[in-house]
């Protein structure tokens, strides 16, 4: 193929695999509102995303949703959620990273916590609140004494790599997310930091 030639079509490929990754990123599309609210949240298999998602439906789905990995600049947004999923007590190491990075600018911003864990299936209780939220993500951020508030998750093995999927092997799927649960914490986060008349 002439030099040209190969040079033109081969950037216009890469031009097109970064415009198809574009638009195929999951969007969400929030309500319109004077207040701006974002959602930050870690996950591996979507607990946690659909945790934020309903977090902002419980808020009128005023919150605008990130994906810890897609690195957001949320220098635009005024209130801030943080929370994710546990694996082995601890949640996803971007969104500490992210934290890390973002301390000093996230610090005044964040408004509530939430954590979405297993507990083998017990219902979680101050315990799971002091150990993943108080004593690790409000830990790392940096600031304590929000509204905060701990969701039992689920287990989708078909989502998992390999060697996650091996270790479970022996474990049941199971579903213990509550959409209600969700929706009443955004319900009770936008109301806690609601401007005193
Ligand atoms: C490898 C692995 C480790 C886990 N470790 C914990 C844990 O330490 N404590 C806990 O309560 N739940 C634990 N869980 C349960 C998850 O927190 C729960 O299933 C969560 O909903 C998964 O979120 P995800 O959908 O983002 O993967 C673990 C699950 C997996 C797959």
Partial sequence: MDRRIFFKYGLAG?????????????????????QKWAVLYGTWCGS?????????????GIAQVFDVRENPDLSGFEH???GGSIRSA?????LQDYITANRESLKEKIRAFF??????GNPVGPQQTTVFIDNHLAKRCGVGNLPSRVF??????SLMDPQTAE??????????LKRAD????????LKSTAPVE
């Avoid at 890469?14 to 004077?34: F, N, Q």
């Avoid at 954590?115 to 083998?120: E, F, P, Q, R």
């Avoid at 270790?167 to 213990?176: P, R």
Wanted: charged residues 25%; negative net charge.
């Fill in 14 to 34: 890469i031009g097109t695999i970064a415009l198809v990754k574009k638009v195929w990123a999951l969007e969400y599309y929030t309500m319109p509102s004077e």
């Fill in 48 to 60: 946690s995303r659909d945790a934020a998602v309903w977090i902002s439906e419980g808020m009128g």
């Fill in 80 to 82: 801030i959620i943080i």
């Fill in 90 to 94: 601890v949640m996803r190491q971007e």
């Fill in 115 to 120: 954590a979405v864990c297993g507990n083998m």
């Fill in 152 to 157: 039992l998750g689920r287990i989708t093995k």
């Fill in 167 to 176: 270790m479970m092997k022996d474990f049941e799927d199971y579903d213990n």
């Fill in 182 to 189: 969700c929706l009443a914490f955004g319900e009770h986060v």
